[in-house]
């Protein structure tokens, strides 16, 4: 009861803070007025070798798709969170068929030590507001095991590949379902979500589906 008071405080801060205004065109109301959101294009799917597809709502260089990533990971808001889920849904509409209703969905994860330190896992907030969304659903089944070096920081693709590898492991006793959809707030090279499809098709998973806010 209290954590949930401290919340609500902590949501209303962030509201004083950070008032509700168009990350694109600064019109109060919504973080996407209308007209702004009818402008976001969103680009083609793309695959990567363990990851059958991965589908962005937009690009990273857009600066509202920027700016909102930024404040969703700093600044937990549940507003922000939901419009951000509605723009990903209708991404997956856009591009995704049918997904099998044992479809389980999964965040990308951080390690213990920095969500004690940040509080939150804003790519589980995400996956968590998605799979209400869409009647499936969320699972914890990813560990991340060792800290990594952010990877927007890094420009070289070798190192980012070296910087993710053997980062994440399957939860012990947890068997992963044949179809995944895993969620992260960005995904630059796509080495993270590589990675972490890498170790749940190492673990008996067939087809993984990447579902991210911002295309680096
Ligand atoms: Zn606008």
């Given at each position: 009861?209290?954590?949930?008071l401290i919340?609500?405080?902590?949501?209303?801060?962030?509201?004083?803070?950070?008032?509700?205004?168009?990350?694109?065109?600064?019109?109060?109301?919504?973080?996407?007025?209308?007209?702004?959101?009818?402008?976001?294009?969103?680009?083609?799917?793309?695959?990567?070798?363990?990851?059958?597809?991965?589908?962005?709502?937009?690009?990273?260089?857009?600066?509202?798709?920027?700016?909102?990533?930024?404040?969703?990971?700093?600044?937990?808001?549940?507003?922000?969170?939901?419009?951000?889920?509605?723009?990903?849904?209708?991404?997956?509409?856009?591009?995704?068929?049918?997904?099998?209703?044992?479809?389980?969905?999964l965040a990308?994860?951080?390690?213990?030590?920095?969500?004690?330190?940040?509080?939150?896992?804003?790519?589980?907030?995400?996956?968590?507001?998605?799979?209400?969304?869409?009647?499936?659903?969320?699972?914890?089944?990813?560990?991340?095991?060792?800290?990594?070096?952010?990877?927007?920081?890094?420009?070289?693709?070798?190192?980012?590949?070296?910087?993710?590898?053997?980062?994440?492991?399957?939860?012990?006793?947890?068997?992963?379902?044949?179809?995944?959809?895993?969620?992260?707030?960005?995904?630059?090279?796509?080495?993270?979500?590589?990675?972490?499809?890498?170790?749940?098709?190492?673990?008996?998973?067939?087809?993984?589906?990447?579902?991210?806010?911002?295309?680096?």
């Amino acid at each position: 009861m209290i954590l949930k008071l401290i919340h609500k405080a902590g949501s209303m801060c962030v509201q004083f803070i950070f008032p509700r205004m168009c990350l694109e065109c600064g019109k109060p109301g919504k973080y996407f007025c209308l007209a702004c959101l009818n402008r976001i294009q969103v680009p083609p799917p793309f695959e990567l070798e363990n990851v059958d597809k991965v589908i962005a709502v937009s690009s990273y260089h857009k600066p509202s798709i920027k700016k909102a990533v930024r404040q969703l990971k700093y600044h937990h808001s549940q507003d922000l969170k939901k419009e951000l889920v509605e723009l990903m849904y209708g991404a997956i509409n856009q591009h995704l068929d049918t997904l099998p209703p044992q479809t389980k969905i999964l965040a990308i994860p951080i390690t213990e030590k920095r969500r004690r330190w940040r509080g939150f896992n804003q790519s589980e907030l995400l996956a968590w507001e998605l799979s209400k969304k869409l009647n499936l659903p969320f699972s914890h089944g990813l560990l991340k095991i060792r800290e990594t070096r952010p990877q927007t920081e890094i420009k070289n693709r070798k190192e980012r590949l070296e910087n993710i590898k053997g980062a994440f492991a399957i939860m012990p006793g947890y068997t992963p379902p044949n179809t995944i959809m895993i969620v992260d707030d960005i995904s630059t090279t796509g080495a993270t979500l590589n990675e972490a499809a890498r170790v749940l098709k190492n673990a008996g998973a067939q087809k993984i589906i990447g579902v991210v806010i911002a295309k680096g």
